[in-house]
Nanobody, 122 residues
C-alpha cells in the first residue's frame, strides 16, 4: 500500500489550494482518510479526518469551516480542499488511512504517505 500527497505550493493568505492523496493497494472509497500537518519547528498534528461512513472529525482549531475532504473513486484519490488559507496553515501536509473510524494519532494509521509542502505567505 502506498499513499502519496501532492498539490502543495505557495499561496497568498486568503487563497485556496487543493491537495490530493493518491493510493495504490488500497481503495480509498471505503476507509477513513486523515490529513496531518507538520509546521516548521513543531510536532506533527492531526488536521481533520473523514471516516469510512463520511463523518468528519476535526483535530486542528479553525479548520472546520475552511477545509473539506472529498473522494474521487474513479481515480482512487482523496482531495483536501483548503480555503481562506492563513500563514499558520503553512506546513508539510500528509495523508493517512485506516479502516472505518478516525484517529487523531499519526501512529494510529497503518497507511501513511509522504507529505507535500504548503506555504501561505504574501
Amino acid at each position: 500500500v502506498q499513499l502519496q500527497a501532492s498539490g502543495g505550493g505557495l499561496v497568498q493568505p486568503g487563497g485556496s489550494l487543493r491537495l490530493s492523496c493518491a493510493a495504490s493497494g488500497i481503495t480509498l472509497g471505503n476507509v477513513a482518510i486523515s490529513w496531518f500537518r507538520q509546521a516548521p519547528g513543531k510536532e506533527r498534528e492531526g488536521v481533520l479526518c473523514l471516516s469510512s461512513s463520511d463523518v468528519y472529525s476535526y483535530y486542528a482549531d479553525g479548520v472546520k469551516d475552511r477545509f473539506t475532504i472529498s473522494r474521487d473513486s474513479a481515480q482512487n484519490t482523496v482531495h483536501l480542499q483548503m480555503n481562506s488559507l492563513k500563514p499558520e496553515d503553512t506546513a508539510v501536509y500528509y495523508c493517512a488511512s485506516r479502516s472505518y473510524l478516525c484517529s487523531g494519532t499519526w501512529t494510529g494509521y497503518p497507511y501513511r504517505g509522504k507529505g507535500t509542502l504548503v506555504t501561505v505567505s504574501s
